[in-house]
């Protein structure tokens, strides 16, 4: 069984690009979630996919959009990126939409410059 | 709004001898609690959860306490090792199923030899 993967491991963008994470689920799990985590802090809620439909957003701005496959995979593509978007951006895995432990992966520290 | 928060922001401990994080909740719906551990570099790793039915949850050297009447959760990890410093978030979701974890900011526990 493998667990969750997440690439690119590090990033450097600058203000302004766009930018696309990617994140492998835990064999077997069909439910990923995204979270950024800034330096210091505890992780943020992004958004959630179930089954490649969104299900459960937080507070972050559309500019903040994902995709979910059917193999379960996700990305998280941030357009316009501003200064404040650098963190550490963490996926989790579980298995199904009801509460379930979210497993997560090492996470892609992004940085803007 | 509601969030969880911790106590201490910070904690050190001799080696061998017993620890206790602290974590406060102010969302008095919050149905499941897990405690989280993370390490430099790393994502967060499950450690131990509990449902608001229960009081007492124990595992592995970890046990979890939760008092619903005064919105407090503790972690209590004894025979503490070296590989125990890291950083520990207390995290909560409203009912069961609901797909958020809201995370606190965490506390930084350090063994000391």
């Known amino acids: ?113 | 709004g509601e969030s969880v928060g911790l106590h201490l922001p910070t904690l050190s401990v001799q080696e061998g001898d017993n620890s206790i994080i602290n974590c406060a909740y102010s969302n008095s719906a919050s149905d499941y609690f897990i405690w989280y551990k993370q390490e430099s570099g790393k994502g967060p790793q499950f450690i131990i959860d509990i449902r608001s039915n229960m009081d007492k949850r124990q595992g592995q050297r970890v046990t979890v306490l939760l008092n619903k009447t005064v919105k407090h959760l503790s972690l209590q990890i004894a025979a503490t090792q070296p590989g125990d410093s890291a950083v520990y978030f207390c995290a909560e979701t409203p009912w069961f199923g609901n797909e958020k974890l809201t995370f606190g900011t965490g506390t930084r526990l350090t063994i000391i030899p």
């Open chain 1, 1 to 113: 069984e493998t667990g969750v993967t997440q690439s690119p491991t590090h990033l450097i963008k600058t203000r302004g690009q766009q930018v696309t994470l990617r994140c492998s689920s835990q064999s077997g799990h069909n439910t990923v979630s995204w979270y950024q985590q800034a330096l210091g802090q505890g992780p943020q809620f992004i958004f959630q996919y179930y089954r490649e439909e969104e299900n459960g957003r937080g507070n972050f701005p559309p500019r903040f959009s994902g995709l979910q496959f059917p193999n379960y995979s996700s990305e998280l593509n941030v357009n316009a990126l501003e200064l404040d978007d650098s963190a550490l951006y963490l996926c989790a895995s579980s298995l199904g939409q009801m509460q379930e432990t979210q497993y997560f992966g090492p996470g892609t520290r992004l940085l803007v410059l």
